[in-house]
């Protein structure tokens, strides 16, 4: 995943860099250097901060199935699936 996409998917579920750092176990400005694209990052880092916005997603459907299980499995499918989760809107 490239940093402009993992700086969409972070947008789309409100997370600001402050909280995407923080999941990621990264320093802010490190997250805010790679998002902006001011730095070439590692794949390591790029990894640790789309399993950042993993933990994100299915916290979000944890909290959406609570309230919601089929819009839970609609997130799920999307969240995993973001190809499929287009075709079917």
């Known amino acids: 995943m490239r940093p402009?996409?993992?700086a969409k998917r972070a947008h789309d579920l409100g997370l600001q860099q402050k909280a995407l750092a923080k999941l990621?176990?990264?320093h802010r400005?490190?997250?805010g250097q790679v998002l902006n694209d001011d730095l070439d990052p590692r794949q390591?880092?790029?990894d640790k901060l789309q399993e950042a916005l993993i933990g994100?997603?299915?916290?979000?459907?944890r909290r959406l199935a609570k309230l919601h299980p089929q819009a839970a499995l609609e997130a799920a499918t999307v969240a995993m699936c973001p190809q499929q989760g287009k075709a079917a809107a």
């Open 4 to 6: 402009q996409e993992i």
């Open 24 to 26: 990621s176990g990264l």
């Open 44 to 46: 390591s880092t790029l």
């Open 56 to 61: 994100a997603e299915l916290e979000q459907v």
């Open 29 to 31: 400005t490190h997250v």
